[in-house]
């Protein structure tokens, strides 16, 4: 036959000692708790007389543990960590998805997209891996990629266009010259450095030698420094259109540079979460306005 229980205290007794251990003041207690001070005091007094041992020293503004209540307070919150992680391990856990862009496209165009897709699919958690790396759809763990490129990107993976690859020049609405005059605001250059070949194709002559600039390894940051009044940059048209849109930018001029590659969505054509995956694809692609 199995032993019978040992009879233990009540759970909002124990609850209400818990938080009171914690806080040292019974107010701070019922409000974490939601109850009133004199509940959390009711509750302490009836489970120092069940255990026949005081808890508390009550002192005017002061409240202390005993040496037993100290001791008590660590099994009691060990205990309640124990109910806490097993509660938890019943819970389904959110299905986690990795997305893989560079960095100015996660700063710029996915992530202050992200939050309407969170908030309408609480049950998919969605990991950003920004990095100019190109990711490994294996070793990385990588279920969708943001990628410029021309396909076929390679074996066994599915690519949809995103985004033309137009490049624009911005600046802060203030400062827009004309395009005669675009020199004599500094050039803003990021890590692709597009700026002499721009002068070429989009103005049609040749970028002069004495023009000052300043040089960033992110294209992101260039959008930045150009939204604070710093220069002229040059960028993906889909990057800023928001700010573009919310007149933090103006075009510099209104000729515009094709770009060699294109933006595309790609994935495996048999995902690990395939409906996951299919979800997370198609927002994406809704996302191209």
């Known amino acids: 036959m199995t032993e019978p229980q040992q009879r233990l205290p009540s759970l909002n007794a124990l609850r209400a000692f818990e938080a ?22 009711q509750h302490i007094r009836g489970l120092e007389s069940e255990l026949r041992l005081k808890l508390f020293e009550r002192q005017p503004r002061l409240l202390a543990l005993t040496s037993a209540g100290r001791s008590y307070a660590t099994h009691v919150a060990r205990a309640f960590a124990l109910l806490a992680e097993a509660t938890d391990t019943l819970r389904p856990q959110p299905l986690r998805l990795t997305i893989s862009a560079t960095p100015s496209i996660a700063a710029k165009w996915l992530v202050p997209r992200l939050p309407d897709f969170t908030a309408a699919h609480p049950q ?3 990991n950003i891996l920004a990095s100019d ?12 990629a943001i990628r410029q490129g021309r396909p076929p990107f390679g074996p066994g993976l599915t690519a949809d266009p995103l985004f033309e ?7 802060q609405p203030a400062i827009c010259p004309s395009a005669d005059e675009l020199a004599r605001l500094p050039l803003l250059r990021d890590g692709h450095d597009l700026w002499p070949e721009f002068f070429e194709r989009a103005l049609g002559r040749s970028m002069p030698l004495a023009i000052r600039s300043t040089r960033f390894n992110q294209t992101a940051l260039a959008i930045d420094a150009a939204i604070t009044g710093q220069g002229v940059a040059l960028a993906s048209r889909f990057l800023v259109e928001p700010d573009l849109a919310a007149g933090r930018l103006a075009l510099a001029t209104t000729a515009s540079m094709r770009g ?30």
Not at 165 to 171: K, L, M, N, P, Y
């Open 124 to 126: 998919l958690e969605l």
């Open 133 to 144: 790396a190109l990711a490994n759809f294996q070793s990385d763990g990588v279920d969708i």
């Open 260 to 289: 060699g590659l294109d933006f595309y969505v790609v994935s495996a054509r048999k995902p690990r979460h395939d409906e996951q995956t299919a979800l997370v694809r198609t927002w994406l692609l809704s996302q191209r306005g």
């Open 20 to 41: 009171a251990a914690r806080h040292l003041n019974f107010r701070a207690a019922a409000d974490e708790l939601g109850v009133t001070q004199g509940a959390v005091a």
């Open 165 to 171: 690859h137009e490049i624009v020049a911005v600046c």
